[in-house]
């Protein structure tokens, strides 16, 4: 593929800590990003995962989002002309999808881009912080799902779990994306930290544990060969 790649190939595992990487601008002068993966044809489209920092009384042009949008607010509130969005909110816009993005406070944001596409895909708005948990069959574990459709492959959802929690052995059938939100996950590649993003392919196989409990944004099934 062209255009400016990182962690292109979606068959390789992949891991960054962000806190490692510098903020680059953004063609707004007060955001700012870590790009995680990106492919493409231009250094401004295509898709792209990325943690995204709005300063306090920034603000982007109104724009569309074909293939649409994907949002985490990790950190302060993120706004637009559709509403404003504290820390927790889960946000999938879809294709064809048009604000004007801006933040009085500042904020973090996790962003996925061109990676939500279908005429057909709803727009969602989920407030982790109040929604209902779910427990999970492993003792210790528990799930909040963001969204799922029998016409599309991903599921993704928060996992929140206790110290001391084991997964068993377990295969990423379409593969599994994670970031971590709060706490750690290890597993034979390493010790996830906060903020670490971590992609598993099609196919491949882990056991983690963790030893300080933690929640994680889980993503599967989407990188089918």
């Not at 990325?50 to 042009?61: E, G, L, M």
């Not at 999970?136 to 779990?161: K, Q, T």
């Not at 597993?187 to 930290?193: L, P, Q, S």
Request: net charge negative; aromatic share 10%.
């Amino acid at each position: 593929m062209t255009g400016t790649g990182i962690n292109q190939d979606l068959t390789r595992y992949a891991a960054q800590q962000t806190d490692d990487l510098p903020w680059t601008p953004s063609p707004s002068g007060t955001v700012w990003r870590k790009r995680l993966e990106h492919f493409g044809d231009a250094a401004e489209s295509g898709h792209v995962t990325s943690v995204v920092r709005y300063d306090a009384n920034s603000a982007f042009a109104p724009h569309d989002h074909p293939d649409g949008e994907e949002i985490l607010v990790l950190d302060g509130v993120f706004s637009d002309e559709h509403g404003d969005y504290p820390a927790g909110t889960f946000l999938l816009n879809p294709t064809g999808f048009r604000h004007a993005p801006r933040s009085q406070a500042g904020c973090v944001l996790f962003v996925k881009l061109c990676q939500y596409a279908g005429a057909d895909r709803p727009q969602i708005t989920i407030d982790t912080a109040s929604a209902a948990w779910e427990p999970h069959a492993i003792d210790g574990v528990e799930v909040l799902p963001l969204y799922r459709s029998d016409s599309y492959p991903e599921n993704i959802r928060l996992v929140r779990f206790q110290p001391g929690v084991r997964f068993p052995l377990h295969k990423h059938v379409g593969g599994e994306e994670i970031f971590v939100i709060d706490g750690t996950l290890e597993d034979a590649h390493g010790r996830y930290e906060k903020g670490t993003w971590v992609r598993y392919p099609d196919g491949s196989e882990h056991e983690a544990h963790s030893p300080t409990g933690g929640t994680l944004y889980v993503k599967t099934g989407h990188l089918s060969r």
